[in-house]
């Protein structure tokens, strides 16, 4: 009896450590650099960038087709490869389905409309072939300008802090929050009045009274400019058809209440590594516990 039940334990040590390698095994087909998930992201990051080829491909074509439509072709071009390459140097290049794409010496540029897609590759003059390298999908982040603005429509503190927008409504609901107004360097965004309902798009920032403004329920999305470090206590709250934040590297905190109410933030896009995004000093209740973090290297899910 106690032969077998010595033959037992040994059996169930055996069965323990099979079932160990078993689980480890199976964690690096799922999650190893050769796993599963990788390898999901490798097929989609190549059927993106087949699809941009494919897309510029067609352009060129119907570019090359245009040519020979032509009742009187351009002074100095004498065949269709040579209108196709004036074209993409120009400066609009050829519009395609979804974008426009350029060259620039060898280099031939893609950008989708919506900014959100980019592509580089090669184009050959001479057999007219496009190879495309590579690029982002709409998953990773797009590129936006930074921009310098003026007091007249800005409100800023003598401290450098960004109070308050006082300018027009922005047709395409977008604003870009500048890096310098007037001259003056501005790192920090934050409302006069910290109050978690007062962002700094209140119609009457440095008052209690009032409603929230019209540009809260008018802006859909917000550009930050690289070099303004701290997003403060309620600079963005109550922007209720705000969807989209675009940061730069250059931040290093998001304060309580930054984005609170922003009941239709969805998406945050991070000019930076997903290692970056978690060094930023981020408030509890700063409002992105919805969000999704879109980084240069992935995306941090907000259901993670």
């Given at each position: 009896m106690k032969e077998n039940k010595g033959i037992t334990l040994i059996a169930l040590v055996?069965?323990?450590?099979?079932?160990?390698?078993?689980?480890?095994?199976?964690?690096?087909?799922?999650?190893?650099?050769?796993?599963?998930?990788?390898?999901?992201?490798?097929?989609?990051?190549?059927s993106n960038t087949a699809t941009v080829q494919e897309e510029i491909e067609l352009a060129i074509a119907e570019k090359t087709m245009e040519f020979y439509d032509l009742e009187t072709r351009p002074a100095g071009v004498n065949s269709a490869k040579e209108y196709v390459a004036q074209a993409l140097r120009s400066e609009g290049g050829i519009k395609t389905t979804n974008g426009t794409v350029?060259?620039?010496?060898?280099?031939?540029?893609?950008?989708?409309?919506?900014?959100?897609t980019t592509a580089t590759g090669t184009y050959d003059e001479a057999t007219g072939s496009v190879s495309i390298a590579g690029g982002n999908s709409s998953s990773l982040v797009p590129k936006w300008e930074d921009t310098v603005g003026t007091a007249t429509d800005w409100t800023v503190s003598?401290?450098?802090?960004?109070?308050?927008?006082?300018?027009?409504?922005?047709?395409?609901?977008?604003?870009?929050?500048?890096?310098?107004i007037d001259g003056q360097k501005i790192e920090e965004i934050k409302p006069e009045l910290v109050n978690d309902w007062r962002s700094i798009f209140f119609e009457d920032p440095g008052t209690v009274t009032g409603d929230y403004s019209a540009y809260n329920v008018s802006i859909n999305e917000i550009r930050i400019s690289n070099g303004i470090t701290t997003i403060g206590y309620?600079?963005?709250?109550?922007?209720?058809?705000?969807?989209?934040?675009?940061?730069?590297?250059?931040?290093?905190?998001?304060?309580?209440?930054?984005?609170?109410?922003?009941?239709?933030?969805?998406?945050?896009?991070?000019n930076g590594t997903k290692e970056e995004w978690n060094k930023i000093n981020i408030a509890t209740g700063a409002g992105l516990q919805n969000v999704d973090i879109i980084c240069t290297d992935g995306t941090i899910s907000s259901k993670s």
């Open positions: 055996i069965t323990i450590i099979v079932l160990l390698i078993l689980a480890g095994v199976s964690l690096r087909l799922v999650a190893g650099n050769e796993g599963i998930l990788n390898r999901a992201e490798s097929a989609v990051s190549k350029k060259l620039n010496g060898e280099t031939i540029n893609y950008q989708s409309t919506d900014g959100k003598t401290e450098g802090i960004l109070r308050s927008y006082t300018g027009t409504m922005p047709s395409n609901g977008i604003i870009t929050v500048p890096n310098k309620g600079a963005f709250a109550r922007m209720e058809s705000l969807k989209e934040v675009k940061l730069p590297t250059s931040i290093t905190t998001i304060e309580m209440h930054s984005f609170l109410g922003c009941t239709q933030l969805t998406t945050v896009y991070y």
